[in-house]
């Protein structure tokens, strides 16, 4: 079964970095089917696809974020990472991480999500 | 950027009811459309992905369909476990989601 679970500080400072994990069960990560995401859902914007990556370190992030963002798959711990740099206010947000099938770019499974504040 | 731009923002309905939610892509996006139901607290869940591929699992009362760059949902006889927001996702071009829309009792 299928388990993503997103885990990080749930609040952050203005100008400093948002760092999130989401630990993978059920499949590896490594498994070349699929890429792993990051969206964010927020009361202002909606729901904003954030950036996928995928096992070789291949990434694509949303031009929007203008370069802040980075993002990771750890093999070993079976996770991948996000961070955003100087973060402000509009990062505030409900964090998902998510699945995406390889060569059907939607997202098929998510995290619960974990709520990050940046005050 | 493509753009989705979904109507109604919100939808009030009756158990039985036939529903329809529309969104608009601002250019060309070849069926790359997916529909995800939202509950209060929840991750969106995936219904629909190639504009008209259901999801094994989903019921059959959701469908989808496409009509040039307009792109519908249709829920045929509402349940009450489907009131609750709805979104598209463009994947064409990057990843981009309608505003949602909330279907209400």
């Known amino acids: 079964q299928l388990h993503l679970q997103e885990s990080g500080p749930g609040l952050v400072k203005p100008a400093e970095t948002l760092s999130l994990r989401c630990t993978v069960s059920?499949?590896?990560?490594?498994?070349?089917?699929?890429?792993w995401a990051w969206i964010r859902q927020s009361p202002g914007k909606g729901l904003e696809w954030i950036g996928n990556?995928?096992?070789?370190?291949?990434?694509y992030y949303n031009p929007s974020l203008k370069g802040r963002v980075t993002m990771s798959v750890d093999r070993s711990g079976n996770l991948f990472s996000l961070q955003i740099v100087a973060v402000s206010a509009p990062d505030t947000a409900i964090y998902y991480c998510?699945?995406?099938?390889?060569?059907?770019?939607?997202?098929?499974?998510w995290g619960q999500g974990t709520q990050v504040t940046v005050s | 950027d493509i753009q989705m731009t979904q109507s109604p923002s919100t939808l009030s309905a009756s158990v039985g009811d036939r529903v329809t939610i529309t969104c608009r892509a601002s250019?060309?996006?070849?069926?790359?459309l997916a529909w995800y139901q939202q509950k209060p607290g929840k991750a969106p869940n995936l219904l629909i992905y190639?504009?008209?591929n259901l999801l094994i699992g989903v019921p059959s009362r959701f469908s989808g369909s496409r009509s040039g760059t307009e792109y519908t949902l249709t829920i045929s006889g509402l349940q009450p476990d489907d009131f609750a927001t709805y979104y598209c996702?463009?994947?064409?071009?990057?990843?981009?989601f309608g505003q949602g829309t909330r279907v209400e009792i």
């Open positions: 998510a699945r995406v099938p390889r060569g059907n770019s939607f997202f098929d499974q």
């Open positions: 059920g499949v590896s990560v490594t498994n070349g089917n699929f890429y």
């Open positions: 990556v995928y096992y070789s370190g291949s990434t």
């Open positions: 250019q060309r996006i070849d069926t790359w």
């Open positions: 190639k504009a008209s």
């Open positions: 996702q463009q994947y064409f071009t990057y990843w981009t």
